[in-house]
């Protein structure tokens, strides 16, 4: 299986426990509601890492959001109710009391709940089992944090229909995770845009045209360097996606026609990326062939050094 | 060498097709591959398809453009809307006045934005009722009262 970095994972101030923020819910905190990201950094876990100094069988429980350990013979109580679920999750594995990696330490299985959680600071968090977190019998776990991230804002007139956006974002999160910048999924809206459903595009080079500048001032005071995506049911002329946008309001167009990879590749675009290749010599390993991004052979595909350098350049690459 | 239905394809599969470039290196041999396309079951090939054969062939005599127009997706008629824009006034008429008859919103307003300056009788007829249409969508009756004022 291949190696698969995920980023967009959190520690909430409220509970202390390390949860995935990449769905539309913010799960189950056992303090109470729904997990808080406020104050956390962006964090990445390795799915299927092949060993070494990384202990594995560390799962996303889809009911709390949480992640805990599928090593003993309990699963933990969830805050959602009953037992942790593993169900949907990949198998991920930890740094374990390995002081040389340059991660972040003091994190500590629980346990009483069998979750992960922070113990850095003076609170012990809340434990779904009651009190606070254990630390007894807890080895010292490493987590990695992405340094940049870049925040999208998701603005559907039209769903895709060969992918879904979330399977997009995946795709996304899949290239750019593994080049250290996190992709948080800031918002998303409907709009009922029936005249811009349906972009002119032109030649998506230049300026923006009129249809295009109309549907990018949507943006309903989302931050001056977040991207908005607007998912539309085609541009005219056809093509899966457009980067082209009103200066001052970073973002782009994708259309329902779209692959899997369209949504990265397009913000790559935003970023300051190029195209990376010719008709007579196609680079379908890479998320900037300009050769179809249905044609990519190797998912997920590559940025190269210097496409790395030029993402990380952009304002739009903001500290995690 | 003869243009195969692979060289059609690579230059339609681009997330951002270069139109005008393949249609000045494909040329006309690309018709029937483009018309097989606009047939297909692929509505990503068959919107790009419909646009590129009407970059080639203005007078749409592969009918191309005419079979986007009637297929059964709503993506791949909006593609023939745009394309009609690219076509002769004796190709495009007929098309846009069977796109102007759809019931999308959508496709009607790219219909209306392909029009020419000076639409023949039977087409101005349609965007004049349509003007006058208090029961059309709001998009398409100010876009086609634009056109009879514009005209």
New interface residues.
């Given amino acids: 299986m291949p190696q698969h970095i995920q980023g967009n994972w959190r520690w909430c101030h409220k509970c202390e426990g390390l949860w995935f923020n990449g769905h539309a819910t913010k799960g189950v905190c056992p303090a109470g509601g729904a997990h808080d990201l406020t104050g956390s950094g962006n964090y990445a876990l390795i799915d299927t890492f092949p060993g070494g100094a990384r202990q594995p069988n560390w799962r996303w429980c889809g009911k709390c959001e949480g992640l805990w350990f599928a090593g003993n013979i309990t699963k933990g109580p969830c805050p959602a109710g009953g037992d942790h679920s593993q169900a949907g999750s990949g198998d991920y594995s930890i740094v374990h009391n390995t002081p040389s990696v340059p991660e972040q330490s003091n994190w500590r299985w629980c346990n009483k709940c069998q979750g992960l959680w922070f113990n850095g600071h003076a609170t012990k968090g809340v434990c779904k089992a009651g009190g606070t977190h254990s630390s007894s019998g807890s080895g010292d776990y490493r987590i990695a944090q992405l340094p940049q991230n870049v925040r999208v804002h998701v603005k559907v007139l039209t769903a895709p229909s060969r992918f879904t956006v979330n399977e997009m974002l995946d795709g996304m999160r899949q290239v750019y995770n593994a080049v250290g910048i996190g992709v948080d999924l800031a918002g998303t809206e409907n709009l009922n845009l029936p005249a811009l459903n349906d972009c002119d595009v032109g030649a998506c080079s230049g300026a923006p045209t009129a249809e295009q500048v109309s549907l990018f001032s949507n943006r309903n005071n989302v931050g001056a360097n977040d991207l908005v995506i607007y998912f539309v049911r085609s541009t005219v002329p056809a093509f899966n996606g457009c980067a082209t946008h009103p200066a001052g309001q970073p973002g782009a167009v994708v259309a329902s026609i779209a692959s899997q990879w369209t949504l990265g590749h397009e913000i790559g675009h935003v970023l300051g990326l190029a195209h990376c290749d010719t008709a007579m010599a196609p680079l379908f390993d890479r998320l900037m062939t300009g050769q179809g991004t249905d044609n990519i052979t190797n998912a997920p595909p590559d940025v190269i050094a210097s496409e790395v350098s030029t993402m990380k350049s952009s304002v739009l690459t903001v500290a995690a | 060498m003869p243009v195969t239905f692979d060289d059609v394809r ?2 339609l ?5 270069q ?2 470039a393949a249609a000045a290196s494909l040329g006309t041999d690309a018709l029937p591959h483009l018309a097989a396309l606009v047939a297909g079951d692929d ?2 090939l068959a ?2 398809a ?2 590129l054969a009407s970059m080639i062939d203005p007078a749409d005599t592969s009918n191309a453009v005419r079979t986007a127009a009637e297929h059964s997706e ?2 791949v008629r ?2 023939a ?3 009609a824009g690219n076509l002769g006034g004796d190709a495009a008429e007929p098309i846009l006045l069977t796109l102007l008859d759809d019931e999308d ?3 009607r ?2 219909a209306l ?1 392909s029009v020419r300056a000076t639409p023949g009788p039977e087409l101005t007829a349609k965007i004049t009722e349509l003007s006058q249409d208090r029961g059309v ?1 709001e ?1 398409v009756r100010t876009l086609s009262e634009e056109i009879i004022e514009g005209g």
């Fill in positions: 690579a230059a599969l681009p997330d951002e097709p139109y005008a509505i990503n919107s790009k419909t646009y709503p993506v909006v593609a809307a745009g394309a919103v959508g496709i307003k790219v934005l969508d998009v």
